[in-house]
């Protein structure tokens, strides 16, 4: 079936490099990119094995920009894409990407049940508290009182914390960071990577078109503070007591309750039993009860049953 | 009821009549079950469906469900016949009635001279109809003591099989083995209890009480048993035989017994289903599985399918293959959950927005609902595109019995294809079939595939250019008419030309052919075309037009603002003739044969 008997050769950014992203000069998701296939590199993960896929928006045409396979689907629904990719494809490593329309608005409800089947696959948001590709409308994510062409004089709606939404809707892991930190996205890409798992980053990237500036909070070189959490190493000194536990649901939630810019870092991480893993043992069980039998033999039982 | 030994004229005669044992042969009944739907009549049914599939008995049943959960009136028809039996009858030889209620709202469904058997506990007389024989049993009461009066009437179901099974000869030995495999898998207790009320019902002397004695015919042809089974079943078993080893889908009904067996039959094969959150993620996950490589499949109903058409474009456009199965319920919105109509053809073709060319297919029974989901498996696979298949509420629950398919000629194994890619790898030629190359597969290129809703150049690159549009509209459109020219004309049934032929499609077939075979019978040159194949449909039709004065569609849906039902509409745009002209109902109920009798009749010579 599988015909990969080439030599293995090292994954490089070149490989992975496929046309010049269509994003605007200064887009904070070309960081992104660049992170994503700085681990790529780093992991060397084979590369017809890797698979991005994602819905609609600015971020998300991300898969034309990986040369690997890829799905552009419809608005909204690139996890459930990516979960039937995921749920009978257990040798590929799925990734899917977006922004805060996508994937807490339209998609919203398919990111609470992905998290809580805890579906093995990766997923990146691109939060940039506007609609950019639709040109400056409110997100669920804008801030009250934010002025879009939906609410010239200032949204009302309270917004999501997206953080929030991702530990209460069980996903197994959940980490947030900030484009213009390149070298903190690429670890939390390595680790929610390497998690086994729904793992999930909130990126803060900046519309430069039509919200600029808004992330300068978090951002030191325009004023700002990168607070990253310090995690406990349990190396039972006084200090760690203070530090954040990331298998602490609660805690989780204590750090997404913070005032914004807030902190950056793994806000929860917990190791339980994948969808992937659950079903397949349902399978292995199924099939060693009845032994080794041909489709026609098990088709032809049932009807015998219906006759 | 029609009787192998007759009065002087047959067409009138209003009683059985018997031979010289005084027993009379029949060679077809329809028995009606009236009562409440946790009194487990569909049992009932189902064993006698099922021992008429071991006696080369056709079978056809029919019946109501409440949409409500715990309770409300049901009732289960089965027609049991030695010869061809294509519908569940128009009215009841027999009639069992458990309550007041079921009295009250069946008795006119019995013909002239029927006979009703009723619960002489819970029912009341209205001795007025002299033509219907009256047979009071205490089936309650009965049923309670020979259980052991534990004042729990569970058990009637078994009681009145034991009725019918002392009123008609049946086999008994059959039937108790039949019982009891199905019921030896729950508790001793349930078995033995559910025995005693049949041996009560058996020996319950309801003959002497009815004054008449009958036999069921057997069935001519001795062949091997035959499958008895509801539609929805036999579609589930041509899925999994047409290769199907993923889907994902959401509850409603009547789809849901698809998913439920599905989800549990799958891991048996090595596969999997998945209940998804909404709609919208079950269709996109089964086209994450059929991005994946595997014939995949989603399903629903109605309003199910109307949240699945936005990624069934996508999955025109990007050229994915999914088989969708939609079983059709009364609409619009929640409308009718428990009946039967045929009004989603229009949706199922054009629901999607954009050009957005795909197959639709429909069975026409039963056993059909087994080879049509076999067909739109291969088609999915060879044309890359969504199939949708039309069955209904009335297949999906009622029973029919079949021979068993040859399954060694249907079953598909299917093949993950991950063969490296050689450079010239294109996945939308214009001149050929769409190449997917499924995530994990090398590509020699070193350039790997992005699937997309974008439309696109024949490497799959997003593309604006207008003739690109145009061409690539023109590909997807021209592979499904190609697939149409594949189409052979549909069979004729009837008379080659004549006064009028009747145009069907779904579970419509069997009283449609019935009515023929009546009109014939009537002196009438009458034939009847039913079409499986709704997009494309066989092309040419026209040339079986010309053989007759009128051409009728039938079938379950609205005629309309413009007066003709949804496939009537396709065939007058179609073909431009104004002899094509539309029956159409929304009871919610099945066609009786003496209703397209009439209606055809009316339309043909008006009053």
């Known amino acids: 079936m599988s015909a990969t008997a080439e030599p293995t050769k090292v994954l490089t950014k070149k490989d992975l490099t496929a046309d010049h992203p269509t994003w605007c000069p200064g887009c904070g998701d070309f960081a992104v990119l660049a992170s994503f296939f700085k681990v790529l590199e780093k992991l060397q993960i084979p590369h017809e094995k890797i698979c991005t896929i994602a819905g609609i928006g600015c971020s998300s045409r991300f898969p034309y920009f990986v040369n690997g396979h890829g799905v552009h689907f419809i608005h909204g629904r690139a996890l459930p894409l990516a979960t039937g990719v995921s749920l009978s494809r257990p040798d590929l490593h799925v990734f899917a990407f977006g922004g805060d329309g996508d994937g807490y608005s339209i998609g919203g409800n398919h990111l609470d049940h992905a998290a809580r089947k805890n579906v093995n696959l990766t997923y990146i948001v691109m939060d940039n508290f506007v609609y950019g590709l639709t040109k400056k409308q409110t997100s669920p994510t804008s801030p009250k009182g934010f002025k879009s062409k939906t609410d010239p004089t200032g949204s009302i709606d309270q917004p999501i914390n997206p953080m929030k939404k991702l530990v209460y809707g069980g996903a197994s892991f959940v980490a947030r960071t900030h484009a213009v930190q390149v070298k903190h996205m690429m670890e939390v890409f390595e680790r929610a990577i390497l998690h086994p798992g729904f793992s999930v980053v909130e990126v803060l990237s900046e519309c430069v078109i039509f919200y600029p500036g808004i992330f300068d909070d978090g951002n030191p070189r325009k004023g700002g503070a990168f607070d990253v959490i310090d995690e406990k190493k349990w190396d039972n000194t006084p200090e760690d007591l203070d530090r954040h536990d990331v298998t602490d649901e609660n805690a989780a939630y204590q750090l997404a309750s913070l005032q914004y810019p807030g902190k950056f870092g793994v806000f929860y991480e917990t190791d339980r039993p994948t969808k992937n893993q659950l079903e397949q043992q349902w399978i292995d069980s199924t099939r060693e009860k009845q032994g080794a039998v041909s489709t026609v033999d098990l088709l032809s039982s049932r009807f015998a049953s219906m006759k | ?607």
């Open chain 2, 1 to 607: 009821m029609s009787q192998s030994v007759t009065s002087d004229s047959p067409e009138t005669s209003k009683r059985p009549s018997a031979n010289a044992e005084g027993v009379t042969e029949l060679q077809d009944a329809v028995i009606r079950f009236a009562g409440n739907s946790q009194d487990g009549i569909q049992t009932i049914g189902g064993f006698l469906a099922r021992l008429a599939g071991r006696s080369s008995r056709e079978v056809m049943t029919y019946m109501t469900i409440p949409s409500t959960i715990s309770g409300g009136a049901s009732i289960f028809q089965v027609h049991l016949g030695s010869g061809e039996v294509l519908s569940a009858g128009d009215d009841a030889d027999f009639l069992f009635a458990f309550y007041q209620h079921s009295y009250d709202s069946h008795i006119g469904s019995l013909r002239p001279g029927g006979i009703c058997i009723y619960d002489s506990d819970h029912v009341e007389v209205i001795k007025t109809d002299a033509d219907v024989i009256h047979v009071g049993v205490p089936i309650t009461t009965t049923t309670v003591e020979a259980i052991g009066g534990s004042a729990r009437d569970r058990g009637k179901n078994l009681f009145v099989l034991g009725l019918v099974t002392q009123i008609f000869k049946l086999n008994k030995a059959k039937i108790v083995s039949l019982v009891e495999r199905q019921l030896g898998r729950k508790s001793e207790d349930v078995l033995r209890n559910a025995m005693l009320a049949f041996d009560a019902g058996f020996a319950y002397p309801v003959g002497d009480l009815m004054g008449l004695e009958f036999d069921l015919k057997q069935g001519k042809i001795q062949g091997a048993d035959k499958v008895t089974t509801d539609g929805n079943t036999a579609l589930t078993l041509g899925l999994l035989a047409g290769g199907v080893r993923y889907g994902a889908a959401y509850p409603i009904t009547p789809w849901s017994t698809i998913m439920e067996q599905l989800r549990v039959e799958l891991p048996k094969y090595g596969g999997l289903f998945v209940q998804a959150e909404d709609e919208l993620a079950a269709v996109s996950i089964a086209l994450g599985f059929a991005y994946s490589g595997h014939t995949a499949v989603t399903g629903s109903s109605g309003p199910g399918l109307s949240l699945k058409m936005e990624a069934l474009s996508y999955a025109t456009m990007a050229e994915l293959p999914i088989v969708v199965i939609n079983v059709q319920r009364g609409g619009p919105s929640t409308g009718l959950p428990t009946s039967v109509e045929q009004s989603d053809l229009m949706q199922a073709i054009y629901g999607s927005h954009g050009d957005c060319p795909r197959i639709v297919l429909a069975p026409q029974n039963v056993g059909d609902c087994f080879y049509i989901a076999v067909e739109a498996c291969e088609l999915a696979r060879k044309y890359s595109c969504p199939v949708i298949v039309l069955t209904d509420q009335a297949l999906a629950s009622r029973i029919e019995a079949f021979a068993q398919p040859d399954l060694a000629a249907f079953v598909y194994e299917p093949v993950l294809d991950q063969a490296t890619r050689g450079e010239d790898f294109k996945p939308y030629p214009l001149d050929g079939l769409t190449r997917h190359a499924p995530p994990g597969s090398a590509m020699a290129g070193g350039k790997y595939p992005v699937v997309t809703g974008l439309e696109h150049d024949e490497w799959g690159h997003p593309s604006g250019n207008p003739t690109m549009h145009s061409r690539m509209t023109q590909r997807r459109r021209e592979k499904i008419k190609d697939f149409g020219k594949t189409l052979p004309l549909p069979e004729v049934f009837g008379d080659a030309t004549g006064e009028v032929l009747i145009v069907g499609w779904g579970s419509s077939w069997g009283p449609i052919r019935e009515s023929v075979m009546r009109m014939r019978e009537q002196g009438r040159k009458a034939a009847a075309i039913h079409l499986r194949h709704l997009n494309p449909m066989p092309n040419s039709l026209d040339t079986i037009f010309a053989h007759y004065d009128h051409v009728i569609v039938v079938e379950m849906n609205d005629e309309g603002i413009y007066g003709y039902g949804q496939l009537a509409t396709l065939l007058r745009s179609r073909y431009c003739d104004s002899k094509i002209k539309s029956v159409c109902k929304t009871d919610g109920l099945n066609y009786k044969i003496r209703e397209i009798i009439e209606r055809v009749g009316s339309l043909i010579n008006p009053a």
